[in-house]
């Protein structure tokens, strides 16, 4: 990232807010305003390839939408994704020591 380091970007509330609705916006392929379940394996398949990690089980992808997903409806909205992102910042700010 050429705007500081990702431990930068994670102080800055601000920051993480462009991150995820760059994403988000990037992602959501049919401009509903939400990531529907093929939208989100696919930002965690990008995600586990540019993290040189096995992209994630059907399961995983589940999980991570139960997890996510605060008013069941079975779809993202910008700030239940940005959970994701935020963790997602995190997990790469520990590789970037």
Request: no cysteine; proline share 3%; charged share 35%.
């Amino acid at each position: 990232m050429n705007n500081g380091s990702v431990k930068d970007i994670l102080k800055d509330k601000k920051k993480v807010r462009f991150v995820a609705e760059s994403a988000f916006k990037q992602v959501d392929k049919d401009g509903s305003g939400y990531l529907e379940r093929p939208e989100l394996e696919e930002v965690m398949n990008n995600v586990a390839a540019d993290l040189g990690v096995e992209p994630p089980t059907s399961e995983e992808i589940d999980e991570v939408l139960k997890e996510l997903d605060d008013n069941g409806d079975g779809k993202l909205s910008i700030d239940e994704f940005q959970v994701l992102i935020e963790q997602v910042l995190e997990m790469m700010a520990k590789v970037e020591g």
